[in-house]
């Protein structure tokens, strides 16, 4: 019986032959230096299968405590009245869980701190590096945990929401919270699980000298504990091979974009060139017929030349065959430009022929008709140069693996997918269109 891949498999498979297939240039290697080793440390996770579980939230409202319970121990600093999360902390939970190796639970400074901005962007950095994040929430949504929250889901990062503190409100009240946070929620949220919990709870105690105190009572976190569970088990490969696919696919991106920018002002001054020889070809050249023959060799070399520039290596014939589709699709490169010139070419011919009846005087008019022959050329070769490019990119775009299409199609096809993908605006995004400010 055939071995159907699972999709973490098939995520795997396909990422290491993409991995394998990379060609950096020194240059690339020095200015993608950082992105490269989140790349290699995340498909390395992704091989080890060991996932990151990231806690994220304000300021003080139980991240660590939060960890500490789900631990069974105290191994991260609290802090009532203060965060104390300076800086990135990560422990292994040791709960054994099916396909995985091990599980990091990483704590995360809060987003809301004033003195130090820089805690923020650690704790925005940490959470994109996770597999899994959990935002936690102690009272109804704030502006700074919902602006979190889409940052979160524009990055594609799976998500779910934990209200800590829930023994400090009866049944109906924190029912009611719930709900409102529900309502508050942006819409591509509303799917998300949201769970109740109490990290730290606390219980007021009347002392013998009457003062009240409060004693710490033990940890609600079962129904979290038991989500994160059935959850990492059914779909924590899954998560790790779609956080090494988004990985991979922004390091994809900047790789790209830095090519077709260094491309860019290359292929311009080709076509410029190019359009150049064009013009004076026709422009001095009287013969209509010559006119064409030689604007058909000019673009099909041109062709060639902006395929070698962007890594395509083609001949001739395969060359016009591209210019003859471009011209299919396109008028001005195709009958519209042939019968123009045609046009103009059989009025300044005309206009040669009259020279010596009208004394010269037909030879004034000539030189406007050869300007403007000229001003077409230059026209349809930038153009033929701009629709090259563009062609070679879509096919690029068709004939290599790439993180992103893989992506679509998973989220197209299976609903596990989807769900966690369903904010991120890649997924329904057009790749060829967003880099047509790189093409020339």
């Known amino acids: 019986m055939n071995h159907t891949p699972s999709t973490p498999e098939r995520c795997r498979l396909l990422l290491a032959q993409w991995h394998k297939q990379l060609s950096l240039s020194q240059r690339e290697n020095n200015q993608l230096a950082g992105e490269l080793?989140?790349?290699?440390?995340?498909?390395?996770?992704?091989?080890?299968?060991?996932l990151r579980v990231a806690v994220f939230g304000r300021v003080g409202v139980g991240?660590?405590?939060?960890?500490?319970?789900?631990?069974?121990?105290?191994?991260?600093a609290t802090d009532v009245a203060h965060g104390s999360t300076r800086n990135q902390q990560a422990v292994d939970?040791?709960?054994?869980?099916?396909?995985?190796?091990?599980?990091?639970?990483?704590?995360?400074?809060?987003?809301?701190?004033?003195?130090?901005?820089?805690?923020?962007?650690?704790?925005?950095?940490?959470?994109?590096?996770?597999?899994?994040?959990?935002?936690?929430?102690?009272?109804?949504?704030?502006?700074?945990?919902?602006?979190?929250?889409k940052a979160l889901l524009k990055s594609g990062r799976p998500v779910m929401l934990v209200l800590n503190r829930c023994d400090c409100w009866s049944p109906e009240q924190r029912n009611a919270l719930l709900a409102s946070i529900r309502r508050r929620l942006p819409a591509a949220a509303r799917q998300l699980q949201l769970l109740a919990v109490a990290a730290a709870p606390r219980q007021a105690q009347l002392r013998a000298d009457g003062i009240v105190r409060s004693k710490a009572c033990p940890a609600q976190v079962e129904s979290l504990r038991k989500t994160l569970i059935n959850l990492l088990t059914e779909q924590g490969e899954l998560l790790l091979a779609l956080n090494a696919l988004r990985q991979a696919d922004r390091f994809y991106q900047s790789l790209k974009r830095g090519r077709l920018q260094r491309s860019k002002a290359a292929?311009?001054?080709?076509?410029?060139?190019?359009?150049?020889?064009?013009?004076?070809?026709?422009?001095?050249?009287?013969?209509?017929?010559?006119?064409?023959?030689?604007?058909?060799?000019?673009?099909?070399?041109?062709?060639?030349?902006?395929?070698?520039?962007?890594?395509?290596?083609?001949?001739?014939?395969?060359?016009?065959?591209?210019?003859?589709?471009?011209?299919?699709?396109?008028?001005?490169?195709?009958?519209?430009?042939?019968?123009?010139?045609?046009?103009?070419?059989?009025?300044?011919?005309?206009?040669?022929?009259?020279?010596?009846?009208?004394?010269g005087l037909s030879l004034a008019p000539a030189a406007p008709v050869a300007l403007a022959q000229a001003a077409l050329a230059v026209h349809t070769t930038q153009r033929t140069?701009?629709?090259?490019?563009?062609?070679?990119?879509?096919?690029?775009?068709?004939?290599?693996?790439?993180?992103?299409?893989?992506?679509?199609?998973?989220?197209?096809?299976?609903?596990?997918?989807?769900?966690?993908?369903?904010d991120w605006p890649e997924i329904t995004s057009n790749e060829p269109r967003q880099l047509q400010a790189l093409l020339p």
């Open 37 to 50: 080793i989140a790349l290699n440390r995340q498909l390395k996770r992704l091989e080890q299968r060991r």
């Open 63 to 76: 991240k660590s405590s939060l960890l500490n319970a789900l631990l069974g121990q105290d191994v991260f």
């Open 93 to 149: 939970w040791c709960q054994p869980i099916n396909n995985l190796e091990s599980i990091e639970l990483v704590d995360t400074p809060g987003i809301d701190e004033i003195a130090d901005a820089g805690r923020a962007r650690l704790a925005a950095r940490v959470a994109l590096q996770a597999d899994l994040v959990l935002l936690v929430l102690d009272s109804d949504l704030t502006s700074v945990e919902e602006a979190a929250l």
């Open 385 to 422: 140069g701009r629709l090259t490019a563009r062609e070679i990119l879509r096919s690029s775009q068709r004939h290599q693996i790439q993180p992103g299409a893989l992506l679509r199609r998973l989220a197209a096809s299976d609903p596990q997918v989807r769900r966690w993908l369903v």
């Open 267 to 359: 292929a311009q001054g080709l076509i410029g060139r190019f359009a150049a020889i064009k013009a004076s070809g026709v422009a001095v050249n009287p013969l209509v017929l010559l006119d064409l023959a030689g604007g058909l060799a000019c673009d099909t070399a041109l062709v060639m030349q902006l395929c070698q520039l962007y890594g395509l290596q083609i001949g001739g014939p395969a060359a016009r065959k591209l210019l003859s589709r471009l011209s299919g699709h396109n008028a001005l490169l195709g009958g519209a430009q042939l019968g123009i010139q045609l046009a103009l070419g059989a009025v300044r011919q005309l206009l040669l022929l009259a020279a010596p009846f009208t004394g």
